[in-house]
């Protein structure tokens, strides 16, 4: 199973669209600190559609209390990351772009906050595992959050299902 960890999110139809993803894919949601709306949001929960109660959606209130709910998935232990899964962090700017990334059954994909993304010091603590959607225009900062988890989730699943 693959996660998709969003680090404070603002935007409720992002995080429902992002759900609805998950939903589709039977990746695990994880929403991470403050965020910028309730999660009994009508705009949310619109834009998750009737999909919510397929999505595994696990509430962190602090980056320490998801750190430490991370463990390695039995039979097979992932090597390394936080408490045993690998995270891979998708920000802009990022030295390697998402398609150099070898993704594994169990990694983490985190992402973050629209307006603010990653906080820096999760870009140097993960810094070899820090990966980005290439833009070549150069006319955008960055994706929709939606958009971005879309794009790397169905990377990562292809990669892992040989499709």
Request: hydrophobic share 40%.
């Amino acid at each position: 199973m693959l996660h998709v960890a969003l680090w404070e999110p603002e935007i409720p139809p992002n995080t429902g669209n992002v759900a609805r993803l998950c939903a589709a894919t039977g990746a695990r949601l994880h929403l991470i600190g403050r965020l910028g709306f309730r999660t009994d949001d009508r705009s949310l929960k619109r834009a998750g559609l009737d999909y919510w109660h397929a999505v595994d959606v696990v509430r962190h209130a602090t980056w320490e209390e998801f750190e430490a709910s991370i463990t390695p998935s039995p039979p097979t232990p992932l090597p390394q990351g936080a408490r045993g899964a690998r995270v891979w962090l998708i920000d802009n700017p990022a030295p390697t772009p998402y398609t150099r990334a070898t993704f594994t059954d169990g990694d983490m994909l985190l992402f973050g906050s629209e307006s603010k993304g990653l906080p820096p010091h999760l870009r140097e603590q993960f810094a070899a595992r820090l990966i980005g959607i290439p833009m070549p225009t150069g006319a955008v900062r960055s994706l929709n959050l939606a958009t971005a988890v879309g794009i790397v989730l169905y990377e990562a699943l292809r990669q892992i299902e040989g499709w």
